[in-house]
């Protein structure tokens, strides 16, 4: 039996992280989680990666797939807080965003690791960019790392 499973340091790997300025007093705590996971605890060099600031969480898709499409970089990090009203908006444009990155990921094989946060009040939205319920950004930098030496050792095996 063969196994491919991976540890989430890479020195080498290029990873752009795009940031909803929606929101930007949670994202900005996503963001640095997320910055500290790749830096501290998965050895990428700063200079490795890449922030782009976009309007809101709906903007991100088509960076991402603008990104993936050129095949610079070994992962996406999503970073965005999409809270609910008193409308349905949030819905549809937590479902779309979601929908569009995952297809993005697929068709370009990139991992595009999300930490949007799809909240009902500010409360939680803060209790998961770093209280309560940890970092989403570093949960998300987490799986990103995994993903690329996956993705690595995949290329490798065939």
């Known amino acids: 039996m063969n196994i491919i499973q991976s540890g989430i340091t890479n020195e080498t790997a290029s990873i752009a992280i795009i940031i909803s300025r929606f929101n930007q007093f949670i994202n900005n705590h996503l963001l640095s989680g ?36 050129f095949k610079k970089y070994n992962a996406i990090i999503a970073i965005g807080t999409i809270i609910k009203g008193n409308t349905d908006h949030f819905k549809y444009i937590a479902n779309d965003t979601y929908k569009n990155l995952s297809k ?18 500010l409360e939680e939205s803060i209790e998961r960019s770093g209280l309560k319920m940890g970092n989403k950004g570093s949960e998300a930098a987490l799986a990103a790392l995994e993903m690329i030496n996956v993705i690595e050792k995949l290329k490798n095996n065939d």
């Open 34 to 69: 997320a910055l500290d996971t790749l830096t501290r605890i998965g050895q990428i060099k700063e200079e490795n990666i890449l922030k782009i600031y976009v309007p809101g969480a709906h903007e991100i898709p088509i960076v991402a797939n603008y990104i993936a499409k």
């Open 104 to 121: 993005i990921s697929i068709k370009y094989l990139i991992p595009i690791t999300m930490a949007i946060l799809t909240t009902n009040n």
